[in-house]
């Protein structure tokens, strides 16, 4: 069955950097783009960033451009999100999901929670 | 300040009828297909529905979604205590680059 899941989540200070991973197993990662969606605390879902199946194209929301890399290695079956320059209003939960037709995720890791707190 | 609109909360009792609404606009759900999503507390969303009205596999026949124009809707019948959670809506935006947009989310109550 497909599974999702993330790590590399914790508490960093405002202004650094964190890598979360996302290890896909159960279907042909390589086969499908890939997104992060993060829900800070108490509140909605707010999409990320997403990368194409052959990692060629990637894109941002605008809250994270500039600042957070998506990147992926099929080879290990592992998804990516590189975050710098850390700031408090990045306090979420972190979610990967696997893109169906574009427009959906149908499959979600259980999440790992990035706290940014001095 | 999400791109869909959603009510906060909505409430009715075990066994009754509950539906959520999603506002958009004609660059997100008024040229493409809306999904809707279910997060139970504590736990990750979960796909409901998907391509306005058609449910994955395992999730039952209670779970209904249908659009019209901009608006989509999610209906429950047959509500169970289980059913309280929260209920997203979700659908891609022709203005963005790529990604998708969801709505603020629905508090489920089942009194």
């Known amino acids: 069955q497909v599974q999702l899941v993330e790590s590399g989540g914790g508490v960093v200070q405002p202004g650094k950097s964190l890598r979360l991973s996302c290890a896909a197993s159960g279907f042909t990662f390589s086969d499908y783009a890939m997104h992060w969606v993060r829900q800070a605390p108490g509140k909605g879902l707010e999409w990320v960033a997403v990368?194409?199946?052959?990692?060629?194209?990637?894109y941002y929301a605008d809250s994270v451009k500039g600042r957070f890399t998506i990147s992926r290695d099929n080879s290990k079956n592992t998804l990516y999100l590189q975050m710098n320059s850390l700031r408090a209003e990045d306090t979420a939960v972190y979610y990967c999901?696997?893109?169906?037709?574009?427009?959906?995720?149908?499959?979600w890791g259980q999440g790992t929670l990035v706290t940014v707190s001095s | 300040q999400s791109v869909l609109t959603q009510p906060p909360s909505v409430s009715a009792a075990p066994g009754q009828k509950v539906t959520i609404s999603c506002s958009g606009s004609s660059s997100n759900i008024g040229n493409n297909y809306v999904s809707w999503y279910q997060q139970l507390p504590g736990t990750a969303p979960k796909l409901l529905i998907y391509?306005?009205?058609k449910r994955p596999s395992g999730i039952p026949d209670r779970f209904s979604g249908s659009k019209s124009g901009t608006s989509a809707t999610l209906g429950i019948t047959g509500l169970q205590t289980g059913d309280e959670a929260d209920y997203y809506c979700?659908?891609?935006?022709?203005?963005?680059?790529?990604?998708?947009?969801f709505g603020g989310g629905t508090k489920l109550t089942v009194l």
């Open positions: 979700g659908t891609w935006d022709n203005r963005l680059s790529a990604g998708w947009v």
């Open positions: 990368m194409s199946f052959d990692g060629r194209n990637n």
């Open positions: 999901a696997r893109d169906w037709d574009g427009d959906k995720g149908d499959h």
């Open positions: 391509d306005n009205n």
